[in-house]
Every structure is written in structure tokens, then in C-alpha cells.
């Protein structure tokens, strides 16, 4: 009856996302012994969508296409590709504005960054090294040195999703410790990076701040700014680590 129908869907609800509707749009409901199907007008849209854009890329895929090896390829190569592609996005941004910039930088002026011991501040990190940044981008006319760090994250709907974004960047070993070690060497290291562009930039500023594609709740109270890569220009343009809202 209506009122056992609505209890179902308050007090049941499925969380298992394989079983959710973004994921699976057509609706079977069993009437007295025969199977009528139900959908909405943008329910398909949204799960292939949802598919598209939050599954494959990072290599998961509905259970019953595990067994198509095709798929299985497909979401591989995928999830091989999508940090360049977003990579790529950053560098038209960039580009675009006439920046100098710098990509996948393993070495400054001859110094490994793979290499370098990990600092913040005076304080060292034992084993820890700076590592490979994506982007150190020239703003000369703010004179600001970006370091840029490029990160594919998964679009998320609902505020929940705060702590679980929360926890990968911040702790030991989160992506802000992780980018701090990045800014501290640059900071460090303006004159290896003036001999590097070529420019004086012996008086910047530096900023640390994350590209993504998508915007990330952590990012209203974030150290560094998390910009959604459409948005990027008009955070060079203001400086403002809001400008997306």
C-alpha cells in the first residue's frame, strides 16, 4: 500500500552506491506480479554523467561491466590519462594570459626537487622530499610565483562529502602538507627560480594553491585555495580564493 512504499524509501533507503539512482536511472517495481520500469526526465542524464565523469576516470565501473574486458581497458586508459587532461586545461588557462610558466618541474636550476630534503619552515621532514610540482607559473605583474599543484577529484553533491575531502588534505601526509613542502622550497629558492625564468623574482610572493575540476566543499575553509580549473583566470586576475562562489 502508499504507506508501506513510503516507509520503504524513508527507513531503507539504499546507501550502497551500486544502488543508487545516479547510477542506475530505470526504476523496477514489481505490481502484483508483473514488472513495470520507471524514469525520470534527467535521471538517465545524470548516471551517465555520474558514469562518465566519476566512475571510469577513476577506474570503477558498474559490476556487470567488470566482465567486458573492453570496458575494462577503456576505464584504464582513462584513469591513466585524466590527470594530463586536467594538466592540460591549467595550461590553456595559462597560457592564454601570456604567463611564464614551467610543468612537471623535477629540477630548479639544476637542483633535484626529487631529491631535496622536505622543510617547513626550520622544522625537517626525516625521508620526506619536495618531489615533482606540476606548475610554478610567473605573474609578473602582481609579481607572484604560483605553485601549482593539479588535482582530479571526484565531483561531490552533498556537504557530507566535507569530511572525506577534509581528510585528504589535511594530516601527516595530506595533500597540504605535501604542497606546503613545495611552497617552502620555492620560497627559499627565488633566486634558483629567477635563474630558472630568467627574470629577477628575488621580491615575490609565493602562493600555493590546487586546480581541480570540480569544486570541493573543504575548499571555503582551506589553507591553501582549491580553484575549479574554470575558474582559475579569475582567481589570477583577483587573487580572491573564493572567486568561484
Request: proline content about 4%; aromatic content about 16%; charged content about 25%.
Amino acid at each position: 500500500n502508499e504507506f508501506s512504499f513510503i516507509t520503504f524509501f524513508i527507513f531503507e533507503k539504499p546507501y550502497d552506491k551500486d544502488l543508487r539512482t545516479r547510477y542506475r536511472p530505470i526504476l523496477e517495481f514489481d505490481i502484483d506480479g508483473n514488472k513495470e520500469y520507471y524514469i525520470t526526465p534527467y535521471m538517465f542524464h545524470e548516471a551517465i554523467e555520474e558514469i562518465c565523469g566519476n566512475l571510469l576516470p577513476f577506474q570503477v565501473i558498474p559490476n556487470e561491466w567488470a566482465s567486458n574486458q573492453i570496458l575494462r581497458d577503456f576505464a584504464k586508459k582513462l584513469f591513466q590519462e585524466h590527470d594530463k587532461w586536467l594538466e592540460d586545461l591549467c595550461c590553456r588557462v595559462i597560457v592564454a594570459r601570456n604567463l611564464p610558466y614551467k610543468r612537471n618541474i623535477k629540477a630548479v636550476n639544476n637542483i633535484s626537487l626529487e631529491k631535496a630534503a622536505a622543510y617547513i619552515g626550520t622544522e625537517c621532514f626525516p625521508n620526506r622530499y619536495v618531489g615533482e610540482i606540476d606548475f610554478i607559473v610567473i605573474n609578473k605583474s602582481a609579481k607572484i610565483a604560483y605553485v601549482i599543484d593539479a588535482k582530479h577529484i571526484k565531483t561531490k553533491y552533498h556537504l557530507q562529502s566535507f569530511v572525506a575531502d577534509y581528510s585528504k588534505f589535511i594530516g601527516d601526509k595530506g595533500y597540504d602538507e605535501k604542497l606546503s613542502f613545495k611552497v617552502d622550497w620555492i620560497q627559499k629558492h627565488l633566486y634558483d627560480v629567477s635563474r630558472e625564468f630568467e627574470c629577477d623574482c628575488s621580491d615575490y610572493s609565493v602562493q600555493g594553491l590546487y586546480v581541480t575540476e570540480t569544486f570541493v566543499f573543504y575548499s571555503i575553509t582551506s589553507e591553501f585555495p582549491i580553484i575549479p580549473v574554470a575558474w582559475l583566470g579569475r582567481y589570477i586576475e583577483t587573487n580572491d580564493s573564493l572567486c568561484f562562489l
